[in-house]
Protein backbone atom coordinates (compact mmCIF):
# COMPACT_ATOMS: atom_id res chain seq x y z
CA UNK A 1 0.00 0.00 0.00
CA UNK A 2 1.24 3.40 -0.84
CA UNK A 3 2.12 5.93 1.84
CA UNK A 4 0.17 9.27 0.60
CA UNK A 5 -0.14 10.54 3.80
CA UNK A 6 1.83 14.16 3.18
CA UNK A 7 -0.05 14.33 -0.11
CA UNK A 8 -3.82 13.19 1.47
CA UNK A 9 -2.86 15.49 4.44
CA UNK A 10 -2.11 18.69 2.20
CA UNK A 11 -5.55 18.23 0.29
CA UNK A 12 -7.27 18.35 3.73
CA UNK A 13 -5.27 21.52 4.73
CA UNK A 14 -5.94 23.12 1.17
CA UNK A 15 -9.63 21.92 0.82
CA UNK A 16 -11.15 22.23 4.63
CA UNK A 17 -10.74 26.03 5.87
CA UNK A 18 -13.49 28.11 7.41
CA UNK A 19 -15.73 29.86 5.62
CA UNK A 20 -18.43 33.13 6.08
CA UNK A 21 -21.37 33.15 4.09
CA UNK A 22 -22.16 31.12 0.99
CA UNK A 23 -18.43 30.76 -0.93
CA UNK A 24 -19.67 32.24 -4.39
CA UNK A 25 -20.65 35.50 -3.34
CA UNK A 26 -17.78 35.07 -1.01
CA UNK A 27 -15.49 34.50 -3.45
CA UNK A 28 -16.76 37.46 -5.49
CA UNK A 29 -16.98 39.51 -2.90
CA UNK A 30 -13.14 38.64 -2.42
CA UNK A 31 -12.20 39.20 -5.86
CA UNK A 32 -13.57 42.88 -5.72
CA UNK A 33 -11.78 43.36 -2.72
CA UNK A 34 -8.61 42.69 -3.88
CA UNK A 35 -9.12 44.36 -7.24
CA UNK A 36 -10.05 47.73 -5.19
CA UNK A 37 -7.27 47.37 -3.37
CA UNK A 38 -5.24 47.51 -6.77
CA UNK A 39 -6.85 49.98 -8.01
CA UNK A 40 -5.91 52.88 -4.93
CA UNK A 41 -8.91 55.18 -4.93
CA UNK A 42 -12.58 54.98 -5.64
CA UNK A 43 -14.28 52.96 -8.13
CA UNK A 44 -16.01 54.87 -11.12
CA UNK A 45 -16.71 51.81 -13.05
CA UNK A 46 -17.14 48.31 -12.72
CA UNK A 47 -17.11 44.66 -14.60
CA UNK A 48 -17.74 41.90 -12.99
CA UNK A 49 -18.20 38.52 -15.38
CA UNK A 50 -18.31 35.04 -13.46
CA UNK A 51 -18.90 31.45 -14.38
CA UNK A 52 -22.58 30.27 -14.96
CA UNK A 53 -22.21 28.23 -12.04
CA UNK A 54 -20.89 31.01 -9.83
CA UNK A 55 -24.01 33.07 -11.06
CA UNK A 56 -26.44 30.20 -10.81
CA UNK A 57 -25.26 29.34 -6.45
CA UNK A 58 -24.90 33.38 -5.99
CA UNK A 59 -28.17 34.39 -7.24
CA UNK A 60 -30.87 34.10 -4.47
CA UNK A 61 -28.49 33.30 -1.53
CA UNK A 62 -29.00 35.19 1.54
CA UNK A 63 -25.37 37.33 2.33
CA UNK A 64 -24.03 37.41 6.17
CA UNK A 65 -24.73 41.57 7.55
CA UNK A 66 -27.42 42.09 5.49
CA UNK A 67 -30.93 41.20 4.64
CA UNK A 68 -29.85 41.41 1.07
CA UNK A 69 -30.00 38.72 -1.33
CA UNK A 70 -27.07 37.86 -3.88
CA UNK A 71 -24.55 38.78 -6.18
CA UNK A 72 -25.14 42.83 -6.05
CA UNK A 73 -24.63 43.13 -2.40
CA UNK A 74 -21.78 40.79 -2.08
CA UNK A 75 -19.80 42.99 -5.16
CA UNK A 76 -21.08 46.41 -2.89
CA UNK A 77 -19.57 44.74 0.69
CA UNK A 78 -16.18 43.59 -1.37
CA UNK A 79 -15.89 47.30 -2.50
CA UNK A 80 -16.71 49.07 0.53
CA UNK A 81 -15.53 46.89 3.39
CA UNK A 82 -13.39 43.63 2.15
CA UNK A 83 -10.13 42.78 3.00
CA UNK A 84 -8.72 40.25 0.94
CA UNK A 85 -6.03 39.44 3.70
CA UNK A 86 -9.08 37.94 5.23
CA UNK A 87 -9.88 35.32 1.97
CA UNK A 88 -12.90 33.37 2.39
CA UNK A 89 -13.95 34.91 5.98
CA UNK A 90 -13.63 38.68 4.60
CA UNK A 91 -17.29 39.44 4.93
CA UNK A 92 -17.29 38.54 9.04
CA UNK A 93 -14.76 41.85 9.63
CA UNK A 94 -17.14 43.95 8.47
CA UNK A 95 -19.07 46.72 10.76
CA UNK A 96 -22.75 47.09 10.36
CA UNK A 97 -21.68 50.78 9.24
CA UNK A 98 -19.81 49.56 6.46
CA UNK A 99 -22.76 46.91 5.60
CA UNK A 100 -25.07 49.87 5.59
CA UNK A 101 -22.38 51.58 3.73
CA UNK A 102 -22.34 48.69 0.94
CA UNK A 103 -26.51 48.79 1.09
CA UNK A 104 -26.20 52.22 0.22
CA UNK A 105 -23.65 51.98 -2.61
CA UNK A 106 -25.48 49.02 -4.26
CA UNK A 107 -28.94 51.25 -4.69
CA UNK A 108 -26.60 54.35 -5.77
CA UNK A 109 -23.95 52.83 -8.15
CA UNK A 110 -24.66 50.66 -11.36
CA UNK A 111 -23.17 47.12 -10.82
CA UNK A 112 -22.46 44.92 -14.02
CA UNK A 113 -22.40 41.30 -13.12
CA UNK A 114 -22.88 38.93 -16.44
CA UNK A 115 -22.10 35.19 -16.62
CA UNK A 116 -19.67 34.49 -18.88
CA UNK A 117 -20.10 32.02 -21.68
CA UNK A 118 -17.56 29.28 -20.29
CA UNK A 119 -17.62 25.68 -19.35
CA UNK A 120 -15.24 26.54 -16.50
CA UNK A 121 -16.93 25.95 -13.03
CA UNK A 122 -15.51 28.67 -10.75
CA UNK A 123 -14.03 32.12 -12.92
CA UNK A 124 -14.79 35.19 -11.26
CA UNK A 125 -13.22 38.17 -13.25
CA UNK A 126 -13.68 41.62 -11.73
CA UNK A 127 -12.38 44.96 -13.45
CA UNK A 128 -12.66 48.50 -12.14
CA UNK A 129 -11.49 51.87 -13.08
CA UNK A 130 -10.94 54.71 -10.70
CA UNK A 131 -10.31 58.55 -12.00
CA UNK A 132 -6.23 57.99 -12.73
CA UNK A 133 -6.17 54.20 -12.60
CA UNK A 134 -7.28 50.84 -13.14
CA UNK A 135 -7.46 47.19 -12.27
CA UNK A 136 -8.29 43.53 -12.45
CA UNK A 137 -8.34 40.43 -10.66
CA UNK A 138 -9.09 36.62 -12.00
CA UNK A 139 -10.18 34.08 -9.61
CA UNK A 140 -10.31 30.59 -11.09
CA UNK A 141 -10.75 26.71 -10.27
CA UNK A 142 -11.25 27.39 -6.92
CA UNK A 143 -12.86 30.25 -4.69
CA UNK A 144 -10.05 31.62 -3.36
CA UNK A 145 -7.09 30.89 -6.04
CA UNK A 146 -6.21 34.41 -7.35
CA UNK A 147 -4.58 33.56 -10.93
CA UNK A 148 -4.63 36.65 -12.97
CA UNK A 149 -3.82 40.70 -10.80
CA UNK A 150 -3.18 43.52 -12.86
CA UNK A 151 -2.90 47.55 -11.94
CA UNK A 152 -3.05 49.65 -14.56
CA UNK A 153 -0.53 48.43 -17.35
CA UNK A 154 1.81 46.25 -14.41
CA UNK A 155 0.41 42.19 -14.51
CA UNK A 156 1.45 41.12 -11.18
CA UNK A 157 0.78 37.94 -11.90
CA UNK A 158 -0.70 35.25 -14.66
CA UNK A 159 -0.81 31.78 -14.25
CA UNK A 160 -3.44 31.21 -16.83
CA UNK A 161 -1.42 32.29 -19.96
CA UNK A 162 -2.84 35.55 -20.85
CA UNK A 163 -6.04 36.40 -20.06
CA UNK A 164 -6.05 39.40 -21.45
CA UNK A 165 -9.31 39.18 -23.47
CA UNK A 166 -12.42 37.59 -22.11
CA UNK A 167 -12.77 35.67 -25.22
CA UNK A 168 -10.18 33.48 -24.08
CA UNK A 169 -11.41 32.38 -21.02
CA UNK A 170 -11.73 28.49 -22.42
CA UNK A 171 -12.17 25.29 -20.98
CA UNK A 172 -8.45 24.12 -20.03
CA UNK A 173 -7.21 20.33 -20.06
CA UNK A 174 -7.88 18.97 -16.11
CA UNK A 175 -4.69 18.54 -14.75
CA UNK A 176 -4.39 14.77 -12.86
CA UNK A 177 -3.81 15.00 -9.45
CA UNK A 178 -3.53 12.21 -6.75
CA UNK A 179 -7.71 12.06 -6.73
CA UNK A 180 -7.40 11.10 -10.44
CA UNK A 181 -5.28 7.55 -9.69
CA UNK A 182 -5.81 6.87 -5.72
CA UNK A 183 -7.80 3.89 -4.71
CA UNK A 184 -10.53 4.51 -1.69
CA UNK A 185 -8.86 1.29 0.24
CA UNK A 186 -5.44 3.44 0.06
CA UNK A 187 -7.47 6.31 1.40
CA UNK A 188 -8.90 4.43 4.33
CA UNK A 189 -5.79 3.10 5.00
CA UNK A 190 -3.65 6.01 4.59
CA UNK A 191 -5.90 7.88 7.20
CA UNK A 192 -6.36 5.54 9.92
CA UNK A 193 -2.29 5.53 9.63
CA UNK A 194 -2.19 9.63 10.14
CA UNK A 195 -0.93 11.18 13.41
CA UNK A 196 -3.57 13.00 15.20
CA UNK A 197 -1.54 16.25 15.20
CA UNK A 198 -1.17 16.60 11.76
CA UNK A 199 -5.44 16.31 11.24
CA UNK A 200 -6.78 17.91 14.69
CA UNK A 201 -7.19 21.26 12.78
CA UNK A 202 -10.52 18.99 11.38
CA UNK A 203 -11.96 19.09 15.14
CA UNK A 204 -12.39 22.95 14.68
CA UNK A 205 -15.30 22.28 11.92
CA UNK A 206 -17.37 20.59 14.66
CA UNK A 207 -17.19 23.34 17.25
CA UNK A 208 -17.79 26.01 13.88
CA UNK A 209 -20.75 24.32 12.52
CA UNK A 210 -22.41 23.17 15.53
CA UNK A 211 -22.87 26.84 16.53
CA UNK A 212 -24.19 27.38 13.19
CA UNK A 213 -26.33 24.48 14.05
CA UNK A 214 -27.93 26.32 17.45
CA UNK A 215 -27.94 29.65 15.80
CA UNK A 216 -30.48 27.97 12.76
CA UNK A 217 -32.39 26.06 16.09
CA UNK A 218 -32.77 29.32 18.26
CA UNK A 219 -33.48 31.84 15.59
CA UNK A 220 -36.20 32.28 13.06
CA UNK A 221 -34.04 32.04 9.99
CA UNK A 222 -34.09 30.72 6.53
CA UNK A 223 -36.78 28.51 6.25
CA UNK A 224 -37.02 26.58 9.11
CA UNK A 225 -36.14 23.07 8.46
CA UNK A 226 -34.38 22.37 11.16
CA UNK A 227 -36.53 23.71 13.73
CA UNK A 228 -40.09 21.55 11.92
CA UNK A 229 -37.81 18.48 12.04
CA UNK A 230 -36.88 19.40 16.14
CA UNK A 231 -40.17 20.44 16.51
CA UNK A 232 -42.03 17.25 14.85
CA UNK A 233 -39.39 15.09 17.17
CA UNK A 234 -41.04 16.61 20.25
CA UNK A 235 -44.24 16.34 19.04
CA UNK A 236 -43.78 12.71 18.66
CA UNK A 237 -44.15 12.56 14.63
CA UNK A 238 -40.62 11.97 14.08
CA UNK A 239 -38.35 9.80 16.09
CA UNK A 240 -35.39 10.98 17.98
CA UNK A 241 -32.74 8.86 16.56
CA UNK A 242 -29.30 8.93 14.54
CA UNK A 243 -31.36 9.53 11.42
CA UNK A 244 -32.98 12.36 12.56
CA UNK A 245 -30.87 14.46 14.57
CA UNK A 246 -28.15 14.23 11.48
CA UNK A 247 -30.88 15.65 9.86
CA UNK A 248 -31.81 18.41 12.14
CA UNK A 249 -28.55 19.50 12.66
CA UNK A 250 -27.39 19.70 9.30
CA UNK A 251 -30.50 21.24 7.93
CA UNK A 252 -30.63 24.02 10.78
CA UNK A 253 -27.24 24.83 10.34
CA UNK A 254 -27.61 25.34 6.74
CA UNK A 255 -30.92 27.35 7.29
CA UNK A 256 -28.70 29.78 9.01
CA UNK A 257 -25.99 29.73 6.83
CA UNK A 258 -28.33 30.30 3.77
CA UNK A 259 -30.14 32.98 5.82
CA UNK A 260 -27.04 34.80 5.93
CA UNK A 261 -26.18 34.21 9.30
CA UNK A 262 -22.68 36.10 10.30
CA UNK A 263 -20.81 33.43 11.50
CA UNK A 264 -18.15 30.93 10.47
CA UNK A 265 -18.06 27.48 9.02
CA UNK A 266 -15.89 24.35 8.29
CA UNK A 267 -16.18 24.22 4.60
CA UNK A 268 -15.11 21.00 2.39
CA UNK A 269 -13.94 21.45 -0.83
CA UNK A 270 -14.83 24.86 -1.68
CA UNK A 271 -18.58 24.47 -0.19
CA UNK A 272 -19.65 25.35 3.18
CA UNK A 273 -22.76 23.32 2.96
CA UNK A 274 -20.58 20.59 1.84
CA UNK A 275 -18.35 21.01 5.26
CA UNK A 276 -22.01 20.63 6.79
CA UNK A 277 -22.97 17.87 5.09
CA UNK A 278 -19.49 16.06 5.80
CA UNK A 279 -19.17 17.02 9.27
CA UNK A 280 -22.48 17.11 10.88
CA UNK A 281 -23.85 13.55 10.11
CA UNK A 282 -20.77 12.26 12.04
CA UNK A 283 -21.36 14.69 14.96
CA UNK A 284 -24.81 13.33 15.28
CA UNK A 285 -23.93 9.34 15.14
CA UNK A 286 -20.95 10.39 17.84
CA UNK A 287 -23.65 12.42 20.44
CA UNK A 288 -25.08 8.35 20.47
CA UNK A 289 -22.35 6.46 20.17
CA UNK A 290 -19.17 8.41 21.69
CA UNK A 291 -15.84 9.01 20.23
CA UNK A 292 -12.27 9.75 21.09
CA UNK A 293 -10.69 12.72 19.29
CA UNK A 294 -8.35 10.79 17.38
CA UNK A 295 -11.69 8.31 15.78
CA UNK A 296 -13.06 11.92 15.27
CA UNK A 297 -10.39 13.23 13.62
CA UNK A 298 -9.71 10.19 11.10
CA UNK A 299 -13.50 9.98 10.37
CA UNK A 300 -13.66 13.73 9.06
CA UNK A 301 -10.62 13.08 7.41
CA UNK A 302 -12.29 10.40 5.82
CA UNK A 303 -15.45 12.30 5.03
CA UNK A 304 -13.26 15.67 3.89
CA UNK A 305 -11.27 13.05 1.40
CA UNK A 306 -13.85 11.37 -0.13
CA UNK A 307 -16.08 14.55 -1.30
CA UNK A 308 -13.02 15.60 -2.80
CA UNK A 309 -12.78 11.99 -4.69
CA UNK A 310 -16.15 12.42 -5.68
CA UNK A 311 -16.03 16.27 -6.46
CA UNK A 312 -12.69 14.94 -8.44
CA UNK A 313 -14.75 13.44 -10.68
CA UNK A 314 -18.41 15.28 -10.45
CA UNK A 315 -16.94 18.56 -11.17
CA UNK A 316 -16.23 21.39 -8.40
CA UNK A 317 -19.43 22.57 -8.88
CA UNK A 318 -21.98 21.36 -11.37
CA UNK A 319 -26.06 20.26 -12.24
CA UNK A 320 -26.05 17.79 -9.32
CA UNK A 321 -25.89 18.86 -5.73
CA UNK A 322 -22.34 18.22 -4.68
CA UNK A 323 -24.19 18.05 -0.96
CA UNK A 324 -26.53 15.31 -2.07
CA UNK A 325 -23.81 13.08 -4.48
CA UNK A 326 -20.62 13.97 -2.81
CA UNK A 327 -20.18 15.64 0.89
CA UNK A 328 -23.50 12.79 1.82
CA UNK A 329 -21.01 10.27 0.65
CA UNK A 330 -18.12 11.35 2.25
CA UNK A 331 -20.53 11.58 5.89
CA UNK A 332 -21.62 8.04 4.83
CA UNK A 333 -17.89 6.67 4.67
CA UNK A 334 -16.91 8.35 8.19
CA UNK A 335 -19.88 7.11 9.98
CA UNK A 336 -19.18 3.26 7.88
CA UNK A 337 -15.81 3.99 9.21
CA UNK A 338 -16.79 4.79 12.96
CA UNK A 339 -19.55 1.50 12.92
CA UNK A 340 -16.06 -0.56 12.92
CA UNK A 341 -16.82 -1.62 9.47
CA UNK A 342 -14.57 -3.22 7.18
CA UNK A 343 -13.60 -1.41 3.81
CA UNK A 344 -16.57 -3.52 2.50
CA UNK A 345 -18.86 -1.48 4.52
CA UNK A 346 -17.29 1.39 3.50
CA UNK A 347 -17.73 0.12 -0.08
CA UNK A 348 -21.60 -0.68 0.86
CA UNK A 349 -21.88 2.66 1.94
CA UNK A 350 -20.63 4.42 -0.57
CA UNK A 351 -22.55 2.43 -3.45
CA UNK A 352 -25.75 2.87 -1.64
CA UNK A 353 -25.26 6.79 -1.82
CA UNK A 354 -24.72 6.76 -5.60
CA UNK A 355 -27.61 4.33 -5.97
CA UNK A 356 -29.64 7.05 -4.25
CA UNK A 357 -29.12 10.57 -4.68
CA UNK A 358 -26.79 10.60 -7.84
CA UNK A 359 -30.37 12.56 -9.34
CA UNK A 360 -30.57 15.52 -7.22
CA UNK A 361 -30.26 18.39 -8.78
CA UNK A 362 -28.40 22.15 -8.29
CA UNK A 363 -30.57 25.04 -8.70
CA UNK A 364 -28.16 27.37 -6.72
CA UNK A 365 -27.43 28.34 -3.40
CA UNK A 366 -30.59 29.95 -1.68
CA UNK A 367 -33.04 28.88 2.10
CA UNK A 368 -34.30 25.51 0.28
CA UNK A 369 -31.13 23.91 0.54
CA UNK A 370 -31.91 23.08 3.87
CA UNK A 371 -33.99 20.56 2.55
CA UNK A 372 -31.40 18.87 0.54
CA UNK A 373 -29.07 18.92 3.04
CA UNK A 374 -31.51 17.42 5.21
CA UNK A 375 -32.23 14.64 2.50
CA UNK A 376 -28.65 14.23 2.57
CA UNK A 377 -27.72 13.39 5.64
CA UNK A 378 -30.24 10.75 6.03
CA UNK A 379 -29.74 9.35 3.38
CA UNK A 380 -25.50 9.00 4.63
CA UNK A 381 -26.73 7.42 8.15
CA UNK A 382 -29.03 5.21 6.39
CA UNK A 383 -26.74 4.28 3.60
CA UNK A 384 -24.05 3.48 6.74
CA UNK A 385 -26.32 1.43 8.79
CA UNK A 386 -27.73 -1.25 5.91
CA UNK A 387 -24.20 -1.73 4.70
CA UNK A 388 -23.91 -2.55 8.34
CA UNK A 389 -25.84 -5.00 8.53
CA UNK A 390 -24.77 -6.11 5.08
CA UNK A 391 -27.35 -4.82 2.14
CA UNK A 392 -25.76 -2.44 -0.57
CA UNK A 393 -26.88 -2.28 -4.26
CA UNK A 394 -25.49 -4.97 -6.31
CA UNK A 395 -22.68 -4.50 -9.17
CA UNK A 396 -24.26 -3.79 -12.59
CA UNK A 397 -27.03 -1.98 -10.81
CA UNK A 398 -27.86 1.45 -12.82
CA UNK A 399 -24.73 3.55 -12.93
CA UNK A 400 -23.28 1.31 -9.97
CA UNK A 401 -20.53 -0.62 -11.32
CA UNK A 402 -17.93 -3.75 -11.00
CA UNK A 403 -15.89 -1.74 -7.99
CA UNK A 404 -16.39 1.32 -6.07
CA UNK A 405 -14.21 3.62 -7.71
CA UNK A 406 -15.85 2.46 -11.43
CA UNK A 407 -19.26 3.41 -9.72
CA UNK A 408 -17.81 6.86 -8.66
CA UNK A 409 -16.19 7.89 -12.06
CA UNK A 410 -19.92 6.60 -13.61
CA UNK A 411 -21.50 9.10 -11.41
CA UNK A 412 -18.45 11.77 -13.07
CA UNK A 413 -20.03 11.06 -16.33
CA UNK A 414 -23.61 11.50 -15.74
CA UNK A 415 -22.90 14.41 -13.57
CA UNK A 416 -20.44 16.69 -15.45
CA UNK A 417 -21.18 15.49 -19.08
CA UNK A 418 -24.18 14.20 -19.38
CA UNK A 419 -26.12 16.96 -17.58
CA UNK A 420 -24.69 20.03 -19.12
CA UNK A 421 -27.63 20.81 -20.85
CA UNK A 422 -29.55 19.94 -17.63
CA UNK A 423 -27.60 22.65 -16.12
CA UNK A 424 -27.93 25.22 -18.84
CA UNK A 425 -31.86 25.10 -18.56
CA UNK A 426 -31.37 25.25 -14.70
CA UNK A 427 -29.97 28.60 -14.99
CA UNK A 428 -32.13 29.52 -17.77
CA UNK A 429 -35.39 28.68 -15.77
CA UNK A 430 -33.95 30.83 -12.31
CA UNK A 431 -32.89 33.60 -15.21
CA UNK A 432 -36.60 34.14 -15.78
CA UNK A 433 -37.49 34.29 -12.53
CA UNK A 434 -34.73 35.74 -10.84
CA UNK A 435 -33.21 38.82 -13.21
CA UNK A 436 -29.91 40.76 -11.90
CA UNK A 437 -31.14 44.06 -12.41
Known amino acids: MRDLRENLIDILKAEVKPAVGCTEPVA???????????????????????????????MCVGIPGTERLGLKIAVAMGLVGGKSEDGLTLLEGLTDEQVKK????????????????????????????????KSRVII????????????????????????????EVQTTEKKENIMDHITIEEIITNVENMDLEDIKFLLDGIEMNMDMAKYGLENNIGIGVGRGIKESIDEGLLGDGIMTKAMLLTAAASDARMGGAKLPV????????????????????????????????????ISHLLTAYVKNFTGRLSAVCGCGVAASTGASSGIAWLMDGDINHIY????????D??????????????????SAASAAVQSAVIAKQGYSVPALNGIVGTKVEESIQNLGKVSD??????????????????KVK
Open 348 to 355: GAIENMIA
Open 266 to 301: MSSNGSGNHGLTAILPIVAYAQKYPQNDEKMAKALA
Open 140 to 167: KTKHDNFVFLQQNNLVLLDEVDGFAEMA
Open 417 to 434: KGMQVTDEIILNVMNDMN
Open 28 to 58: VALACAKAKELLGEDVVKNKILVSPNVYKNA
Open 357 to 374: LSGMICDGAKAGCALKLS
Open 102 to 133: SEEYMDATPISIEPLDTKEKVVIDVTLEGENN
